[in-house]
C-alpha cells in the first residue's frame, strides 16, 4: 500500500524558514517523480514544486522560485522541501504527491495527509 | 486567478447528470491531457480522471472525462450523494514548465 506521510509543519515567523519532510513507503521510491501541491485554507490547489526519479529535472511554481527548494533521498525514501524566505501567502496545507512516472509531467496518483505551515501576518 | 477556468459551483438532484468544464490553453490542455481530482471536504484530493478519459480502478463508471480543443470536461451521470465534493482539473503547463490546476468546482447534490 503506497503510503506518503508529510512533517515538519508548524507555526513560523515570516521571513524564516521551515523543511518539510515526506516520508515514503509502499512503492519503489527511485521509480517516480514526486511533487508538493498546497492549498491555503478555504481555498483551491496550487503546485508548488516537482523533481524527477532522478532528480534531473527540477521545477518551481513562479511564486516559490528562488525561496523554495525540493530534494530528495533516495537512501531514506523521502522526500523534502526547504522553504525560505516565508510569507502569510505562504500559510497552506502542503501536499506530498506522488506522480504516476518518473517524469514531471504525468498526473499525481497519490496524495498523503498534508502537513500545515502558518505564517501569521 | 487560476491558469484553468472552471464554475465555482454545480449541483444537481440525485439520479441527474452534472457537467463540470475546464477551460485552457494551447500550453495547458491544448497540448496536454486533462486529469481531475476530487475532494471530499477534510480529506486529501483523489485522482478521478486520468489522461483525459481514463478512470483508476474502483472509480465507478458513472464517472468520464472528454477533451476538445483546449478545454476539458467532467460528466457525473446518476449523482448520488457521496458525490457532493469539490473537484479540481489540472494539466501540465509546456509554457510555464508545471502543473496548472482550476480553481474548483463544489458540486452540490440538492
Known amino acids: 500500500e503506497v503510503q506518503l506521510v508529510e512533517s515538519g509543519g508548524g507555526l513560523v515567523q515570516p521571513g524564516r524558514s521551515l523543511r518539510l519532510s515526506c516520508a515514503a513507503s509502499?512503492?519503489?521510491?527511485?521509480?517516480?517523480?514526486m511533487n508538493w501541491v498546497r492549498q491555503p485554507p478555504g481555498k483551491g490547489l496550487e503546485w508548488v514544486s516537482g523533481?524527477?526519479?532522478?532528480?534531473?529535472?527540477?521545477g518551481y511554481a513562479d511564486s516559490v522560485k528562488g525561496r523554495f527548494t525540493i530534494s530528495r533521498d533516495s537512501a531514506k525514501n523521502s522526500l523534502y522541501l526547504q522553504m525560505n524566505s516565508l510569507r502569510p501567502e505562504d500559510t497552506a496545507l502542503y501536499y506530498c504527491?506522488?506522480?504516476?512516472?518518473?517524469?514531471?509531467?504525468?498526473?499525481?496518483?497519490?496524495w498523503g495527509q498534508g502537513a500545515l505551515v502558518t505564517v501569521p501576518s | 486567478q487560476s491558469v484553468l477556468t472552471q464554475p465555482p459551483s454545480a449541483s444537481g438532484t440525485p439520479g441527474q447528470r452534472v457537467t463540470i468544464s475546464c477551460s485552457g490553453s494551447?500550453?495547458?490542455?491544448?497540448?496536454?491531457?486533462g486529469n481531475w481530482y476530487q475532494q471530499v471536504p477534510g480529506t486529501a484530493p483523489k485522482l478521478l480522471i486520468y489522461?483525459?478519459?481514463q478512470r483508476p480502478s474502483g472509480v465507478p463508471d458513472r464517472f468520464s472525462g472528454s477533451k476538445s480543443g483546449t478545454s476539458a470536461s467532467l460528466a457525473i451521470s446518476g449523482l448520488q450523494s457521496e458525490d457532493e465534493a469539490d473537484y479540481y482539473c489540472?494539466?501540465?503547463?509546456?509554457?510555464?514548465?508545471?502543473?496548472?490546476f482550476g480553481g474548483g468546482t463544489k458540486l452540490t447534490v440538492l
Open positions: 489522461s483525459n478519459n
Open positions: 489540472a494539466s501540465w503547463d509546456d509554457s510555464l514548465s508545471g502543473w496548472v
Open positions: 509502499g512503492f519503489t521510491f527511485d521509480d517516480y517523480a
Open positions: 504527491v506522488r506522480g504516476y512516472t518518473y517524469a514531471l509531467k504525468h498526473y499525481f496518483d497519490y
Open positions: 523533481v524527477s526519479w532522478n532528480s534531473g529535472v527540477i
Open positions: 494551447s500550453s495547458n490542455i491544448g497540448s496536454n491531457y
